[in-house]
C-alpha cells in the first residue's frame, strides 16, 4: 500500500519559511494531481496548494497565495511545498495527498506540524 510521509514542520517566528517534503511509495505518483493539505484544532482540513501531474498547473488557496509555493520531482516521488512569510494563521498540521484525496489509498500520513509564533 502507498505510504505518503510528510516532513519539515517546526517552530518559526512570523515572517520566517519553511520548506516541507512529501515522499510517496509506489509507482503511481507521477500520474497523480496532489496536494497540500492543512488542518488548525478545532477545523476542518483544508486544501491549501495543488499541483497537476506534470506540474504544469498550480492552484492556491487565497490565504497563502504568493506566500506559498508547490513543487515536485516526479522521479523522486516527492513533492514539496516551500512556504514564506509566514503568519500565525499558518500555524496547523500539514498533509499531503492526492487531489481529491484517496487517490493513492484510503490512508493520509501522519502530518507536519508547523507553528508560527507571533
Known amino acids: 500500500q502507498v505510504q505518503l510521509v510528510e516532513s519539515g514542520g517546526g517552530l518559526v517566528q512570523t515572517g520566517g519559511s519553511l520548506r516541507l517534503s512529501c515522499a510517496a511509495s509506489?509507482?503511481?505518483?507521477?500520474?497523480?494531481?496532489m496536494g497540500w493539505f492543512r488542518q488548525a484544532p478545532g477545523k476542518e482540513r483544508d486544501l491549501v496548494a495543488a499541483?497537476?501531474?506534470?506540474?504544469?498547473?498550480?492552484t492556491y488557496a487565497n490565504s497563502v497565495n504568493g506566500r506559498f509555493t508547490i513543487s515536485r520531482d516526479n522521479a523522486k516521488n516527492t513533492m514539496y511545498l516551500q512556504m514564506s512569510t509566514l503568519k500565525p494563521e499558518d500555524t496547523a498540521l500539514y498533509y499531503c495527498?492526492?487531489?481529491?484525496?484517496?487517490?493513492?489509498?484510503?490512508?493520509w500520513g501522519q502530518g507536519t506540524q508547523v507553528t508560527v509564533s507571533s
Open positions: 499541483i497537476s501531474p506534470s506540474s504544469g498547473s498550480t
Open positions: 509506489g509507482r503511481s505518483f507521477s500520474s497523480q494531481a
Open positions: 495527498n492526492t487531489n481529491p484525496p484517496g487517490g493513492l489509498g484510503p490512508n
